[in-house]
């Protein structure tokens, strides 16, 4: 079979100069080939499903991304209001509360761990996060768990996202929980013990043997928004439980009509992390003829490119 037998694009060089705008680099993505390609066409998705006023939107992503310099980009998502649920794992919730008030380092990759330990900081890839980052946060959690405690033993953890963003909104910081907060954009945190505020939640029960967060909390309010939307489509930034727990529950309905992924790993080993987006079809997490685009990448290497090429169209 040649070339002329099948539907096909024709490969165009790159021109690039100085003076050439975002939009006429962008415009080039989709005949370059390879990721490229197909970052071309996760840009054309997710410009459609942000257009969708009929589509539910989620916004999935890893906890590693709070901490870094996409949560400003995470941030415009929602106050532009092209998201309409965000699925995170807890230690997002530990990131956002933290930079709100304190500050990261940036290091490398090659920093020596052990020196690094010794003066109480933690790497994070090439982010460095000083220990007594956690002691301001035990000293901010644990007041507004026992207010939390004195109105209801049993919260789920969207409520206690919420709870963290109205107080984070009370002392005016700019954050992704408060811009949720504010934008009535419901945070689900089916991870949530698996974090620094899950282990101040612990902390907290040993004193108050009576508090509980309820996992299935949230799936109710979960189910409903899946079940009553139209449409759906999803943005999901890493894999995990960030990534499953969206496409999961979108299972309810059939599928999800749009889904653009983001990811590093490869489906060599079966995990979820680095299934395609056509696996999910398998188990009717996303619909058969739902519209896709799997870009493989660094999530600071790629969002920031997504996001700007959608955000000029």
Known sequence: MGLLDVKFMKVTDLKLSRKISLEEWGAQLESTG????????AVDLLNRMYADKECTRFLAFTSNLMASGLRGLLMDLVEEKKVDAVITAGGALDHDLLRSYREYGVGSFQEDDAKLHKKGVNRLGNILVDNAHYV?????VQPLLKKMHAENRVVSPREVASALGEKLARD???SFLAACYKNNIPVFCPGIVDSAL???MHFFKQDHPGFAVDATGDMKELAT?????????????GGGI?????IASNLLRGGLDYAVYVTTSGEYDG???????????SWGKIREKAQTAVVHGEATLVFPLLHALTTQA
């Open 34 to 41: 390879f990721q490229a390609t197909e970052l071309a066409r």
């Open 136 to 140: 301001f946060l035990e000293k901010w």
């Open 172 to 174: 005016k910081k700019r």
């Open 198 to 200: 899950g282990l101040q």
């Open 225 to 237: 928004l899946v079940l009553s939307a139209k449409r759906t489509g999803a943005l999901v930034l």
């Open 242 to 246: 960030s990534k499953h727990y969206t």
């Open 271 to 281: 995990s979820l992390s680095g299934a395609p987006a056509k696996e999910a079809k």
